[in-house]
């Protein structure tokens, strides 16, 4: 039977979804609401009008429909870059040795070079259609403000990237091609809001970080007629448009008989495990059928590992509304790590709760080690993955190892969220035996438990 099963299993364009799938339908426990920041009350779709736009607004609060339609102009643009392949791995497998037979879904295939375009389309779209202007929104490694900028210029809708500075002057390749798409960059902190003032003077020199960008852009956001904040990655309604590639996923699987024993993702906000793992996280909440689900981790930045199961901050500003979720503490500020979009102190509430629950696993894994896993990837399978994605590949490569001492042949399913090409100052440390590790301590970390802001539910 694996004989019969082809390298790359692509689905035709009809077979796209027709609509998201929304995991909070069938969860019994739903995640903890977003809560004001003041009043400490569940906000209502009134609170978060002036943020998000409209749809989003209905989206993020929506927990009782399981499918939710994918309009046709967000279908007509997935089409030029979906479905994406799934890919069975039979390099790696040879390479390793192992019986386990090995699927990633690979999501590097667009300019931007990851996932995060299926969600950026979607905002984007919701926008125009809503009549704004423009979105704001903060990017920190480039990936997101990259698959927004594209996504606003297919709209012609305005896009204010606040990229973090550090990343504004060590990736300069990532900012042209923002500036190509007609996005504006401006390095985070600045002088164009009051939160970015107030964090320069209180912090002369500072290289600035993604929970301070956040604040920002939702300032810009809040305080320009037509404008609305987007995010890429922790809240619901992300996770929801990312479950187009689980459902993918799922179909491709289906049509070659496919059942995966295990399911791994790499988890820096939780959107790409959360959509990939989505339809299969159904079965199992609803009782038809069992997987193992894994989280990884960077061990610089352990938000399911180490942190805390409480009500926080999305950005250090503290302008954002509270989410309930595994969290470092707003004010964490990760190591340097390479892995830069795994380096958000918070996770999604879904998969918070999901993993509070025992739906999910976690584990995290040091970055010299990730990078060991890519090289050998690479090697083997020719795609030269992203360092985020590649937290993903060391977990499916360990378990692929315990399959070979075991004799078991497990189907080993991960995503392959995108790729590495404008990470090689990484890797050129990686090759030159220069990059190092660092785990925090637990005094470290409990700086930022120290400054959870005070809710009852917090304990
Ligand atoms: C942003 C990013 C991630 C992590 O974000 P999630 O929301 O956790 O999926 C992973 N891989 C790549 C390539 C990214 O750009």
């Given at each position: 039977?694996s004989?019969?099963i082809p390298?790359?299993?692509?689905?035709?364009?009809?077979?796209?979804?027709?609509?998201?799938?929304?995991?909070?339908?069938d969860?019994k426990t739903?995640?903890?609401?977003?809560?004001?920041?003041g009043?400490h009350?569940?906000?209502?779709?009134?609170?978060?009008r002036?943020?998000f736009?409209d749809?989003?607004?209905a989206?993020e609060?929506?927990e009782t429909?399981?499918f939710?339609?994918i309009?046709?102009?967000?279908?007509s643009?997935?089409?030029?870059?979906?479905?994406?392949?799934?890919?069975r791995?039979?390099?790696?497998?040879k390479k390793l040795?192992?019986?386990a037979?090995i699927?990633?879904?690979?999501?590097?295939n667009n300019t931007?070079?990851?996932?995060?375009l299926?969600?950026?389309?979607?905002?984007a779209?919701y926008?125009?259609k809503q009549g704004?202007?423009?979105?704001t929104?903060?990017?920190?490694?480039?990936?997101?403000?990259t698959?927004l900028?594209?996504a606003?210029?297919?709209?012609e809708?305005?896009?204010?990237v606040?990229?973090?500075?550090?990343?504004y002057?060590?990736?300069p390749f990532?900012?042209?091609?923002m500036?190509?798409?007609?996005a504006t960059?401006?390095?985070s902190?600045?002088?164009?809001t009051?939160?970015?003032?107030?964090?320069?003077t209180?912090?002369?020199?500072?290289?600035?970080?993604?929970?301070c960008?956040?604040?920002?852009a939702v300032?810009?956001a809040?305080t320009?007629?037509?404008?609305r904040?987007?995010?890429?990655?922790?809240?619901?309604q992300?996770l929801?448009?990312?479950?187009?590639?689980?459902l993918?996923?799922k179909?491709?699987?289906?049509?070659?008989?496919?059942v995966?024993?295990?399911?791994?993702g790499?988890a820096?906000?939780g959107?790409?495990?959360?959509?990939l793992i989505a339809?299969?996280m159904?079965?199992?909440l609803?009782g038809?059928?069992?997987?193992r689900?894994?989280?990884?981790?960077?061990?610089?930045?352990?938000?399911f590992?180490?942190g805390?199961?409480?009500?926080?901050?999305?950005?250090?500003?503290?302008?954002?509304p509270?989410?309930?979720?595994?969290?470092?503490g707003?004010?964490f500020?990760?190591s340097?790590?390479?892995a830069?979009?795994?380096?958000y102190h918070?996770m999604?509430?879904?998969?918070?709760?999901?993993?509070?629950?025992?739906?999910?696993?976690?584990?995290?894994?040091?970055?010299?080690a990730?990078?060991?896993?890519?090289?050998?990837f690479?090697?083997a399978?020719g795609?030269?993955?992203?360092?985020?994605?590649s937290?993903a590949?060391?977990?499916?490569?360990?378990?692929?190892l315990?399959?070979?001492?075991?004799?078991?042949a497990?189907?080993i399913?991960?995503?392959?969220?995108?790729?590495?090409?404008f990470?090689?100052?990484?890797?050129e440390?990686?090759?030159?035996?220069?990059m190092?590790?660092?785990?925090p301590?637990?005094?470290?970390?409990q700086?930022?438990?120290?400054?959870?802001p005070?809710v009852?539910?917090?304990?």
């Open positions: 039977m004989e019969m390298n790359k299993i692509y689905l035709t364009e009809q077979e796209i979804p027709q609509s998201w799938y929304n995991v909070r339908a969860m739903k995640p903890a609401p977003l809560i004001h920041p009043t009350q569940p906000l209502t779709a009134d609170d978060l002036p943020i736009c749809e989003l607004v989206q609060l929506n429909d399981q939710i339609p309009p046709e102009e967000i279908r643009f997935y089409r030029m870059y979906r479905p994406a392949p799934l890919m791995a039979y390099g790696l497998e040795g192992t019986p037979h699927y990633y879904k690979f999501e590097g931007s070079g990851s996932h995060k299926n969600s950026a389309i979607a905002q779209y926008a125009k704004l202007t423009g979105v929104t903060e990017t920190g490694a480039g990936q997101w403000g698959a900028a594209m606003c210029a297919y709209f809708l305005d896009c204010i606040y990229m973090v500075k550090i990343s002057e060590q990736k990532r900012r042209e091609v500036r190509t798409y007609g960059i401006t390095p902190p600045s002088d164009t009051n939160i970015g003032r107030k964090i320069r209180e912090f002369p020199g500072t290289t600035g970080s993604l929970g960008a956040i604040s920002e300032e810009a809040t320009n007629s037509g404008y904040y987007v995010l890429g990655s922790v809240l619901a992300v929801l448009h990312q479950s187009v590639i689980g993918e996923t179909t491709a699987c289906d049509k070659y008989g496919i995966p024993d295990i399911i791994i790499c820096g906000g959107s790409n495990l959360g959509g339809p299969f159904g079965e199992k609803r038809e059928k069992d997987y689900f894994i989280a990884v981790e960077p061990a610089s930045c352990p938000s590992t180490r805390r199961y409480a009500y926080d901050f999305c950005d250090t500003g503290n302008v954002t509270l989410a309930k979720m595994y969290t470092l707003a004010r500020i990760p340097a790590n390479h830069g979009g795994l380096r918070g999604s509430s879904v998969l918070s709760q999901l993993y509070h629950d025992g739906y999910l696993e976690a584990r995290a894994e040091e970055q010299t990730v990078f060991a896993a890519a090289k050998q690479a090697r399978e795609i030269l993955p992203a360092p985020e994605s937290h590949i060391k977990a499916a490569i360990d378990e692929a315990v399959c070979k001492k075991t004799g078991e497990k189907t399913l991960f995503g392959l969220t995108g790729t590495g090409y990470d090689m100052k990484a890797y440390q990686f090759n030159d035996g220069t190092t590790d660092h785990i301590t637990d005094e470290e970390l700086h930022g438990f120290a400054a959870l005070q009852s539910e917090n304990g």
